[in-house]
């Protein structure tokens, strides 16, 4: 499998994940020019993906999905709940190309398996999602304000893990955001922050060389250099060395992140 983080920030979001037969999208926040530019710097034709996954219906996350639908006829793919709350956004989707999907069943689109996981979230029903071709499993866990046991269970045994490190805590709060987004935001119901992130690592690395990338950074309470090293400073203190026991990178917000080839 091929994974590659093309946008993920507080301003957009979309991921893709391939083989030679089968290629996927999740999330398409951002313009559908922007995400068939990003698509085509990884050689990923847009008018070969099998199939749209939803997380949820916030538009940093939806954005065009619609369009992307309409213009390559592709499959999308989300809880009821998800889509009665995004159907006024996302506009007219052939009916053939909607696809419901439920907690914790898995599906397969061609050769690969999808396992959908509630996450913690305010959104109507927020998944995570498990993605496997049999071998090899890739886990993509943003937009959730806690980590509970249920969803260490869903991702254990990961080899690549999209993580949420989206705010420093002490910016969070200094910042100009006004009190109670601040308190959604910190809330379980929110965004992970970047201690609550390395502390999650700590627990759930068990193979070794397991791969992860750091990512929906939040524009204003956070930055790149500040996740990375305080997951990194938490890791170390738990006697997790970098490169042998876990291999980080950071997403960005403007551009795709480096590919990563399982």
Known sequence: MKFCS??????????????????????????????????????????LVDGILVTHEHIDHIQSVGVLSRRFNIP??????????????????????????????????????????NISHDAVEPFGFNVTDGIKKISLLTDTGCINDYIKRSISGFDLLLLETNHDVELLKAGSYPW???????????????????????????????RVFLGHLSQENNFPELA????????????????????LNMTHRDR???????
């Open 6 to 47: 093309l946008f993920s920030g507080s301003s957009g979001n979309c991921t893709y994940i391939g083989t030679d037969k089968t290629h996927l999208l999740i999330d398409a926040g951002l313009s559908g020019i922007k995400i068939q530019k990003e698509m085509k710097k990884i050689e990923a034709n847009p008018a």
């Open 180 to 210: 109670p987004l601040k308190q959604r935001i910190m809330s379980e119901y929110g965004h992970l922050s970047n201690e609550n992130a390395g502390y999650f690592l700590s627990d759930v690395l068990k193979k070794g060389g397991e």
């Open 76 to 117: 999308v793919y989300a809880s009821e709940m998800t889509w009665q709350a995004m159907f006024c956004r996302v506009g007219k989707i052939a009916a053939e190309n909607i696809r419901v999907i439920e907690v914790d069943r898995p599906f397969s689109i061609k050769e690969l398996s999808i396992t959908p996981f």
């Open 228 to 247: 990375y090293r305080t997951v990194v400073n938490i890791l170390q203190e738990n006697n997790i060395q970098m490169g042998i026991d876990v291999i």
């Open 256 to 262: 795709c992140a480096k590919i990563e080839e399982l």
